[in-house]
């Protein structure tokens, strides 16, 4: 019999007792989301951590968290203001769930967040984990969670074969996080087990040497730590490409388009995009109204989705006398690049239009 036909001898009371102690003397304790935990300080943290590093999470939490202090304040915001927050962190999805989400609590629940798992779990961006977490760290009650951090442990502390999105690995995943979640120190537990996978069982440099169950983890007995959890199959990703305008005026005003409410950049505030095979004065002209007076491409910016590439060829236009039917139209402004307001800007967006600010 293989060392990976074997089972983890240890109970699940030993294993969450184990962690409980190793989480006492080197756990994470001082984020700012674990001081004073309530439901909406936890919640705005785990949505931002989806895919996030913490490192990378901290100054938007506190940012946000010091505009948007509590639930009616997030909720009666203008979705604008939220992702001008947002701008730079990438998933714009999960702020817009966070709105959401946030005026639903205010009219549904009065501005206090359900500690109800069913009702919690049917909010905008919160599933089951997520839920799991809000109620387990802000409120002590048992449910499992399975993030990234928590999926990796327990892949490989019992080998599971499989990439952890299909449906058989997933479940049995969860199988195994039910197990071992304990009736007490539920709180301590979680936030343990997040840390175990951030601060040891990492993907790319495991510190078994320092884990607390390494002896018994069947990934480190065979010395097949970096073989779990199974990775996702690779696909080359597709390349798509399109053209952005930045369409000046004399007075340092750039052209912004509002894009709808779905989708890539869902809400938040982009160039226009020209076909790469259009005309460039013509269809500024026609679909804007707008006279272009110089015309310079730029090199091209490479953007990375997480299903394609964006190459991005951007485009510097002077433009003449800007139509007033411009200025007035619901969905497109002129931003003014010197004194920018509070509005979301995709993160390629961003970029381009600090390199236009800082151009002489």
Request: hydrophobic residues 40%; glycine residues 6%; positive net charge.
């Amino acid at each position: 019999m293989s060392t990976l036909d074997l089972k983890p001898t240890i109970s699940p009371e030993e294993f969450s007792r184990r962690l409980l102690c190793w989480f006492v003397e080197h756990g994470r304790k001082h984020l700012p989301w674990q001081q004073q935990p309530t439901p909406y300080r936890i919640w705005v943290s785990e949505i931002m951590l989806q895919q996030t590093q913490v490192a990378t999470v901290i100054p938007y939490y506190d940012r946000f968290l010091a505009r948007f202090p509590e639930v009616r304040t997030l909720a009666d915001a203008p979705l604008d203001e939220v992702l001008h927050l947002w701008s730079g962190l990438g998933y714009y999805a999960r702020a817009r769930h966070l709105h959401q989400a946030a005026g639903i609590i205010r009219d549904r629940y009065g501005g206090a967040m359900p500690l109800d798992f069913a009702a919690l779990a049917q909010l905008p961006g919160i599933g089951r984990s997520t839920a799991g977490a809000i109620l387990a760290l802000a409120a002590g009650q048992r449910h499992p969670i399975l993030d990234g951090n928590v999926k990796r442990v327990l892949a490989r502390f019992h080998a599971i074969e499989g990439w952890p999105g299909r449906a058989e690995a997933l479940t049995t995943l969860w199988e195994l996080a039910e197990r071992y979640t304990p009736t007490q120190g539920v709180a301590e537990y979680t936030q343990a087990m997040m840390d175990l996978g951030a601060l040891l069982c990492s993907r790319s440099r495991p510190r078994c040497h320092a884990c607390p169950v390494a002896e018994d983890c069947l990934a480190h007995r065979a010395g097949r730590q970096m073989e779990f959890p199974t990775p996702r199959p690779q696909r080359e990703l597709p390349v798509r490409a399109t053209r952005m305008l930045l369409l000046c005026t004399s007075a340092g005003e750039v052209l912004l388009e509002k894009r709808p409410p779905t989708g890539v950049w869902g809400g938040l505030w982009s160039l226009p995009e020209c076909p790469p095979e259009a005309d460039l004065s013509a269809w500024c002209r026609d679909r804007l109204n707008l006279e272009t007076v110089a015309i310079q491409p730029w090199r091209i910016v490479r953007h990375t989705f997480s299903h394609f590439h964006l190459d991005i060829t951007p485009v510097h236009i002077r433009v003449q006398n800007p139509r007033p039917a411009i200025m007035e139209a619901e969905r497109v402004v002129w931003y003014n690049i010197r004194q920018p307001d509070k509005r979301g800007l995709a993160a390629p967006v961003q970029r381009l239009v600090n390199l236009l600010a800082n151009d002489p």
